[in-house]
């Protein structure tokens, strides 16, 4: 998680409404048509269903109380505006109670390939799409529970749930492999690299391997983990994940399969 961040949040007016500027519009109509070019063929079925429910606008940012109309009646979620980043009790907290936390901005142009911390697009785009769907909203819920009872060594290694299944995530389908982890999808490179690119590994998910695998932030993932099934989601949400983290810890880290990261000059 980045630990600083050049961007303001937006703050909604009292109505919930967040005011964007025609330039911030037209930087999500960018990112929009871009993205939904680079994933045909490449996201899995539920991703695109997701899109089809939340009938995100090609040309201007949604806004959180449009979507949060959706997934209320879908899967009982709404969305919560938030800066770009937020305290891991905060995080758990909202997740616990089915409330997606979003960063309210969107990127400058000058960030339109890589941002280092979530924006609204990557919020929106990547995120909301699957929170439709309810075995991924459910383990959502169920990881923020946990969270909320995890000690901050813990939430260490849940932090590698998440990362691997929301924000990494793939998914085996009758099509081949495809993507479900709203940090790929939402980003142009990571997209193809994830599924096309021989170098990274593509694992079998298995919720023990995965909270043993460390991982980096700033980098095209070396490892990506496989759902058989979407629904594996559901059992998994109803797993003691405290449990299953006493376990990994007894067995211990893997080894990293990425560089170490290079500390910078003072």
């Known amino acids: 998680?980045?630990?600083?961040?050049?961007?303001?949040?937006?703050?909604?007016?009292?109505?919930?409404?967040?005011?964007?500027?025609?330039?911030?519009?037209?930087?999500?109509?960018?990112?929009?048509?871009?993205?939904?070019?680079?994933?045909?063929?490449?996201?899995?079925?539920?991703?695109?269903?997701?899109?089809?429910?939340?009938?995100?606008?090609?040309?201007?940012?949604?806004?959180?109380?449009?979507?949060?109309?959706?997934?209320?009646?879908?899967?009982?979620?709404?969305?919560?505006?938030?800066?770009?980043?937020?305290?891991?009790?905060?995080?758990?907290?909202?997740?616990?109670?089915?409330?997606?936390?979003?960063?309210?901005?969107?990127?400058?142009?000058?960030?339109?390939?890589?941002?280092?911390?979530?924006?609204?697009?990557?919020?929106?785009?990547?995120?909301?799409?699957?929170?439709?769907?309810?075995?991924?909203?459910?383990f959502t819920e169920a990881y923020g529970k946990a969270g909320v009872r995890a000690s901050r060594e813990e939430r260490i290694f849940l932090a590698r749930l998440y990362w691997f299944t929301v924000e990494f995530g793939l998914l085996q389908t009758p099509e081949g492999v495809r993507i479900c982890g709203g940090g790929i999808a939402s980003s142009p490179g990571e997209t193809e690299y994830a599924l096309e690119s021989p170098e990274p590994l593509r694992r079998p998910f298995d919720p023990i391997d995965v909270l043993r695998t460390p991982y980096r932030i700033d980098i095209f993932q070396p490892v990506y983990y496989i759902l058989d099934r979407m629904d594996d989601l559901f059992k998994l949400a109803r797993e003691d994940l405290l449990a299953l983290i006493r376990q990994a810890r007894v067995l211990g880290e893997f080894t990293p399969t990425y560089p170490p990261k290079h500390k910078e000059a003072a």
Request: some cysteine.
């Open 1 to 138: 998680m980045a630990k600083s961040s050049d961007y303001q949040a937006k703050v909604p007016d009292d109505r919930g409404i967040i005011p964007y500027t025609e330039e911030e519009h037209a930087v999500w109509s960018d990112l929009y048509a871009r993205q939904i070019r680079i994933i045909d063929n490449r996201v899995c079925q539920p991703f695109l269903d997701g899109l089809d429910i939340l009938g995100l606008h090609r040309d201007r940012v949604p806004q959180p109380t449009e979507v949060s109309e959706v997934l209320q009646a879908r899967t009982g979620w709404t969305v919560a505006p938030v800066p770009a980043l937020i305290n891991f009790d905060r995080f758990f907290q909202l997740l616990s109670e089915k409330k997606f936390p979003a960063a309210s901005f969107i990127r400058s142009r000058e960030d339109m390939d890589y941002l280092k911390e979530p924006d609204i697009f990557h919020e929106i785009f990547g995120h909301a799409t699957m929170l439709t769907h309810q075995a991924f909203a459910d």
